[in-house]
């Protein structure tokens, strides 16, 4: 922000006045004129300009190399400095003063000038230099192609949430990498430290929100805290390098969280030069302010449609055949395994649902993270959980959007995803949420009717994905199908052992018997029902078409709450998978591991997994079914909750997207 100062003039003695490159000195040129004089003209030595507004000159006999201005009417004379100084008092500025029908000045002003140059700068484009050519570009931030802004990560590292904060702190060569640089340079000579200071500062409320360091001179790798919580201000030690004319520092920046309702994800940082004042009871002055502006980089989020790099399992002893398969599907997908072991106390086995990972990035740093997402045991309590669909082509949402769990009205038994955590997710704004009806579900999780797997091929003007939706229309027309070649009497859960099925609440069935089952009926058509209300709402706001969705048969039936205690049980009935749910699978690219569902055989093949390979190996996918009924059921859970996937970020750069 440049100041314009007002400079007096004086006859008596010269003048004396610091110059910042970007600021206008206003000179107050009627303030010491003689009584008798009626016009003025102005002289500068090289690098300095001198602009005169708001009178014509006034008609003079030494020509138009010595214009003449009125001290009759406002005139303002504007003094500004090309570059800066390396010695004091190099510029200079002489102010003639004129009475009528003379040639020769009867008085002159001088005013010494010296040029100081402050500049904070950001890698504003993203290009990795730290000069911006617009210096009102630093100062704001564009989305979209065309824009500019510097970004900040924020540091998730657990030891920083909720610990003092150190005054000194060491940094590895990789935690650097993810600081974002801040370059403060002054230009001009060293005696000016005399009399001025620079400030680099920030708002109270922003000093909360990032830390900026400054690296020790003492050639470690430690770093001191000059800004952050609790310390919005700090005041440079001059450390000029005299043969330059220059102070240089470069900070290193870092946010403290994501943007969120209270936070618009935005920070600026201001360095100011201060005069100080030589008497005690007057202020000191601000001659000048540089300001530069961040954005925080959002909360990313992963869709099943990115290619996988990383596998976490919980080794349960009742789940290894879930872990065996899986491990088989990582070597496919050529992805690593890491293993993670149960918690007792945070029901470690649904481990999808107690953690979640996202990352978020940088122009110079993408970093994956971990959201702690603890299961919850009260049914009152039970999130929304969310999903996220791929990006969709267009301008809208190349990163695709996030999928909210609602109950779209409310009443004493609705469930909803928390407040604090819808706020969270649409003030990220790269990935707009999209409200889906899930509370029809005893879980609530809308990946139990819905899952995208990635295309093999990509087809200009058509989506590189497709969308799986749980259809018992389908399960029911293949079941009478079956029943029509004559195998009414084949068995659902055949080879099951007695004790599984009433450990689930399930008993096997024949085709005939299903069919014949009315209140089942009922129930899967108010599934369906609620089905074809997200597939409409899915259509309009991702832009499907019919084409883009693939029907898989499923099942389900009308439960209380399971696991329960009877002070929290409602009148109300959710929906649960029927048999192992086929939308909950493992999609490692074209490998998908799905829920074995044990459905009715027939000539030795069971017709609910040879229907799904029938929709999906045309497209290219090898599908696995895992047999483990135990883990699926019990405790409302899924043997896809048995996993958490880390996946390839998206190509795209959030930031080249307008929200």
Sequence with gaps: ??????????????????CVLGVELFLDISGCAPPACESFSVDASLGVVVRVCGADPVESREGPAAPRWPLSRP?????????????????????????????????????????V?????VDVYRSGRFEATDKQAKKTWVWGPGGWGAILLVNCSPSVAGQPVDKNKVFSSEEVKSLSQMVLKVQGPSCITKNYRVVLHTSKEESEKARVYRPQNDGSTAFELVLGPDQHTYTLAPQWDDRKGTLKETFYVEALEFPSASFSGLISF????????????????????????????????????????EVYLCRELQVQGFVSAVMELS??????????????????????????FCYTQAPHKTVSLVLDTPRVAKPDDFPMKYSLSPGAQGKEYPLGRVLIGSSFYPSKDSRNMSQSLQDFLRAQQVQAPVELFSDWLMTGHACEFMCFIPMQYKVEGKKD?????????????????????????????????????????????????????????KQNDYAEKCIHLNRSILKRELGLQEEDIIPIPQLFCLEHIANAPPSEQTKRLYARPYFPDLLQMVVMGLNLGIPKPFGPRVSG????????????????????FIDDFDCYLTEIGDFCSCASIRRVPFAFKWWGMVP
């Design 465 to 521: 994905f497709r969308l799986l939706l749980a259809s018992p229309s389908s399960c029911y027309k293949l079941l009478k199908e079956r029943q029509k070649e004559g195998y009414g009497d084949a068995m659902l859960f055949e080879g099951l052992r007695k004790d599984q099925l009433i450990s689930n609440g399930r008993e096997a069935v024949t085709i005939n018997q299903l069919l014949a089952d009315e209140k089942m009926r």
């Design 75 to 115: 005139t303002d004379v504007l003094v500004a400095m090309t570059s800066p100084n390396f010695a004091e008092d190099e510029g200079k500025v002489l102010v003639f003063y004129h009475q009528p029908k003379e040639d020769t000045p009867v008085a002159t002003a001088v005013l010494h000038l010296t040029g």
């Design 117 to 121: 140059e402050l500049s904070l700068d």
């Design 605 to 624: 093949a069971c017709c609910l997994e040879e229907r799904v390979c029938q929709l999906l190996e045309p497209l290219g996918f090898q599908c696995t």
């Design 331 to 356: 070597e496919r997908s050529s992805s690593q395994v890491a293993s993670v072991y149960e918690d007792p106390n945070r029901l470690g086995r649904w481990l999808q649902d107690e953690m979640a």
């Design 1 to 18: 922000m440049a100041f314009r100062n007002i400079v007096p003039l004086s006859l008596d003695s010269p003048t004396h006045a610091v």
């Design 270 to 309: 201001s360095a100011s030069l201060v005069e100080e004042s030589q008497d005690p009871l007057v202020p000191e002055t601000v001659l000048y302010k540089d300001t530069v502006l961040f954005r925080v980089a959002p909360c990313i989020f992963a869709p099943t449609t990115q290619m996988p790099l």
